[in-house]
């Protein structure tokens, strides 16, 4: 057994520096035997002073978990599900719009591959976005009947019938017979009788006639074959016609005076056929008889077709029954083509007219005209074949039609042909100024308000003076260019140009600069905190870039908030430029303040000096085209291991903070590493390693040593880290408390849902609660939700809400919260998520309703854990390590917080509130 002498005088067993299996965990052995605290869960056993391995083959599995972390596979058809080791299609998955076979919208039910299952509903007034589109009834002038989609407009009342318009109505004879005053009258829909439809001389009772059974179907008129009769007819001068049972005018009942003769006449005063003619006239129903008259006649008609006598002798004639000789007692041709006058001996007095047709019978011939197939234009003897409509034209054929572009007239911005009808035909002319009037506006030329460059319509409002550039607003612009060689000219031109590899500067110089921008993927938890977000580039901000040549170094510049590095030049290098970013954060003098380290072939199974080789640190190299000093844009992507830039922010900002709280240079801190890499899974979901595991050396051309470390995971089931910051500040929560105050320095396995001894509470629960206040930082409000992912699953669990109402999260495992136990002493095992939430709850602002609690610390919980009573290890009363209790006494030492104000925290935890403060000075 060895031990050493330690300060006052003790003997200790010494340290080993190996560690042996201690139940399913590795603990440190010292030199005398005995097991300290795990410093390593195995998840799988433990033999040998190593963690075993898990090793579950997949069997026939082709996809989902292997049972140790691993992958059996992916499932590659589109919609495909794992589902017990195998893919397949995930029936009844979703709903969306399908047709039906027989035509029309419906919603049917489909696979996750898209595979129809079933019709779910029809869907009359169609389907939109997996659902069936509401029906809309429409009434608008109905008031009965169908109104669309099922409803109704209304009912009749009274028996009366809804007709195809939606007005109600009574349906004529709908409702049968029924005796009226002796007969049978047909009856309607409402009630109402109508028309006799038989009589019933035997009598009429319940709807029929009494005895012989009347035969008066298609019948108005005459027996009924009962003695009773088929109706009467009413009109006068009308009769029944026996044989149809029709009522008809009585025929030839007389005669009268009709057009040229006499006619019968019938009973109801209408005409039938002719008589007798009549030559001289009808009068009261008879012809008229002719009487000749030839008083004071000497010849001539006696108007009865007689003669009155006859004038003898060529040269007199009758003239109103008088014989007398005329002096022009004949009319005829004189020639072939002359009508002329002829005395009564036959002589010619006169040529009365000159026939350009020639001359028959006494009379020129006539012109016989022609409109055979025309409808419009002369006949050819002075007549007319007809007139056109208004804007046609004859043509010569003798038809009417439009008469095609006489003129032109607007058409929109354009000008068109017009026929002689006004019909519009093409485009002739495009006026893209408009139109009006018939005729294509102007271009509206305009100066106004500018002093150069075109008018609008191809002329100019005047050119600029000497070197000045005309501006597309018409402006004149002076260009500034005196003094510069390239760059903006102030009017949107360039003052010159520099020769590759040369650039201008903001000054209008001509400068070597090697430039370029970096982007990085990241990710984060989405704002319900059911996973994460897309990946989105942002700038990488405030890390140093070095700029190389082939073996020699340009420089070192730093990524601005837009990341971008631009690193001037004396000349131009030799060979191609790279530049090469690390996920480092150094300070001025190149402190290795945090830096991120690639965990592929790192190990640490033993507490002693640890060694990486330099290519493990995280850094890329980013190459410019051959001659070129611009290095583009470059975004690093997750599968490139951006995380590791996630992380080194998350943390180098943290760590800033806190420093500037506490008025401490990055120099002031011990150097810190983060070992971590997609895809790898470390013996703990995430680590933190104080300097009792010694230091962590990058080994290269120079070797970097770091004070402390972290190990985070980077990959399922366990979590991608990365993108958690919840789970990386509560790592650096251990490094806080270790480096700035005063930490238990214990191990273990812990859960959200268990106790453990009061210090790994303490540690655990603190580590969690500065995560969280970070958390807050970065978001610039209150975010009492930890947010993690672990065994594949996204979970989150609300600080806020534990307490006396329970727990508020999404983590399956965790139903319920074992809060403290008021029975028991202050030294009891405690849950860290409990620790976590009293540390919260008199750090926050927020009052719940209900609650008492006024406690808001703020960052004056910095003074509690900075404070002489919480680091004296002599001052402690609970647990043999700092634990709550010398944080609450701290509290109360400090004068930060009362009894009573403690008390409203502390979810039944059994402070005594007897602090022991450290003496005055």
């Known amino acids: 057994m060895r031990a050493r002498l330690r300060e006052g005088g003790a003997c200790a067993c010494e340290p080993t520096g190996e560690v042996a299996c201690c139940g ?185 006639c009494h005895g012989c059974a009347p035969a008066c179907e298609g019948r108005a008129c005459g027996d009924d074959g009962c003695g009773g009769s088929c109706g009467a007819c009413g009109a006068p001068g009308e009769v029944c016609d026996a044989a149809s049972g029709q009522c008809v005018c009585e025929p030839r009942v007389g005669v ?46 006696d108007g009865c077709g007689g003669s009155c006598g006859a004038c003898e002798g060529t040269t007199v004639a009758c003239e109103e029954g008088a014989c007398v000789c005329t002096g022009a007692a004949s009319v005829g041709c004189c020639g072939d083509d002359d009508v002329c006058a002829f005395d009564a001996c036959g002589v010619e007095t006169a040529r009365l007219e000159q026939c350009e047709r020639g001359c028959e019978g006494g009379a020129c011939r006539p012109c016989v005209g022609s409109c055979a197939g025309a409808e419009c234009g002369g006949d050819g003897c002075g007549g007319s074949c007809g007139e056109c409509h208004d804007g046609e034209v004859c043509t010569a054929q003798r038809v009417c039609a439009c008469a095609p572009t006489v003129l032109t007239g607007c058409c929109g911005d354009a000008l068109c042909a017009l026929d002689s009808c006004g019909g519009v035909g093409a485009p002739v002319e495009a006026c893209p100024w408009g139109c009006a009037g018939g005729a294509c506006l102007p271009c509206p030329a305009s100066c106004e308000g500018v002093e150069c460059g075109d008018d609008g319509c191809g002329g100019s409002c005047g050119a600029c003076a000497g070197d000045d550039v005309c501006l597309d607003d018409g402006s004149c612009c002076e260009r500034a260019c005196e003094g510069r060689v390239c760059g903006d000219d102030g009017c949107g031109g360039a003052c010159g140009a520099c020769a590759a590899p040369y650039t201008c500067d903001d000054a209008g110089q001509c400068e070597l600069v090697a430039e370029g921008r970096l982007l990085r993927e990241r990710r984060e938890p989405n704002a319900s905190l059911s996973g994460l977000t897309a990946p989105v580039a942002v700038p990488v901000v405030g890390l140093e870039v070095v700029l190389t040549a082939g073996e020699v170094e340009l420089g070192r510049v730093v990524t601005d908030a837009e990341g971008r590095f631009r690193l001037p030049l004396a000349a131009a290098p030799t060979g191609t430029v790279r530049a090469t970013l690390a996920a480092a954060a150094p300070d001025e003098d190149g402190y290795p303040f945090v830096t991120l380290i690639d965990t592929v072939g ?126 990386s500040l509560h790592e650096l929560g251990h490094y806080v408390l270790d480096v700035f105050s005063y930490a238990p320095q214990v191990g273990g396995t812990h859960s959200w849902a268990g106790r453990t001894n009061a210090a790994l509470a303490w540690s655990e629960g603190h580590a969690t609660f500065f995560g969280q206040t970070q958390v807050s930082a970065m978001a610039g409000s209150e975010q009492a939700r930890f947010f993690g992912i672990q065994g594949g699953t996204n979970y989150w669990v609300d600080l806020e809400a534990i307490g006396s109402s329970g727990i508020d999260s999404s983590y399956a495992p965790l139903t319920s919260l074992p809060l403290p136990q008021p029975g028991l002493s202050m030294t009891q095992d405690l849950n860290e998520g409990a620790v976590a939430a009293i540390l919260w709850d008199a750090w926050d602002a927020h009052v719940a309703a209900g609650e008492a609690d006024t406690m808001a610390l703020g960052d004056a919980e910095w003074a509690i854990v900075r404070g002489a009573r919480y680091r004296d290890a002599a001052l402690d009363r609970g647990y043999s390590a700092p634990d709550l209790v010398d944080w609450l006494d701290a509290a109360r030492c400090e004068g930060l917080a009362t009894g009573a104000g403690l008390a409203t925290v502390l979810m039944g935890f059994p402070y005594d509130d007897t602090p022991i403060c450290p003496a005055a000075p």
């Open 602 to 727: 790192v190990s640490f199974p033993t507490q002693e000096h640890k060694v990486v080789p330099a290519t493990r640190a995280w850094a890329w190299t980013v190459v410019a085209p051959a001659g070129s000093l611009d290095l583009g844009e470059t975004t690093i992507t997750q599968a490139q291991g951006s995380g590791a830039l996630e992380i080194l922010g998350t943390v180098r900002d943290a760590l800033d903070r806190v420093l500037a709280r506490l008025g401490l240079a990055r120099r002031d801190a011990p150097s810190l590493a983060v070992v971590w890499a997609p895809n790898t899974t470390p013996s703990c979901l995430a680590c933190y390693f104080p300097d009792n595991w010694g230091p962590l050396e990058l080994q290269g051309a120079a070797t970097t040593s770091f004070d402390r470390f972290m190990w985070l995971s980077g990959t399922t089931p366990y979590a991608p880290l990365q993108w958690t910051p919840s789970l």
């Open 256 to 301: 009268a005076c009709c057009e040229g003769g006499i006619c019968f006449v019938d009973g109801c005063g209408g005409l039938g056929e002719r008589v007798t003619s009549c030559p001289f006239g009808c009068a009261g129903g008879a012809c008229l008889a002719c009487a000749p008259d030839c008083g004071g006649r000497a010849c001539g008609d």
């Open 24 to 208: 399913d965990a590795l603990c440190p052995v010292d030199a005398c035997g005995g097991a300290g605290e795990p410093v390593a869960a195995c998840a799988f056993g433990c033999s040998d002073g190593a963690c075993l391995a898990c090793d579950a083959p997949c069997g026939g599995a082709e996809c989902g978990d292997d049972g140790c972390g691993r992958s059996c596979g992916t499932c590659d058809g589109a919609g495909e599900a794992c589902v017990g080791g195998r893919c397949a299609c995930v029936a009844d998955d979703h709903d969306a719009c399908c047709e039906l076979d027989g035509g029309g919208a419906a919603v049917c039910r489909f696979d996750s591959c898209g595979g129809r299952e079933a019709v779910v509903a029809a869907c009359p007034s169609g389907c939109d976005g997996g659902r069936c589109l509401a029906c809309e009834p429409d009434c608008a002038g109905r008031a009965c009947g169908s109104a669309g989609c099922g409803g109704s407009c209304g009912s009749c009342e009274g028996g009366a019938v809804c007709g195809d318009e939606g007005a109600c109505a009574c349906a004529p004879r709908a409702g049968g017979v029924a005796c009226c005053d002796g007969a049978l009258c047909a009856v309607d829909s409402c009630g109402a009788p109508g028309e006799v439809v038989a009589a019933c001389p035997g009598g009429c009772d319940e709807g029929g």
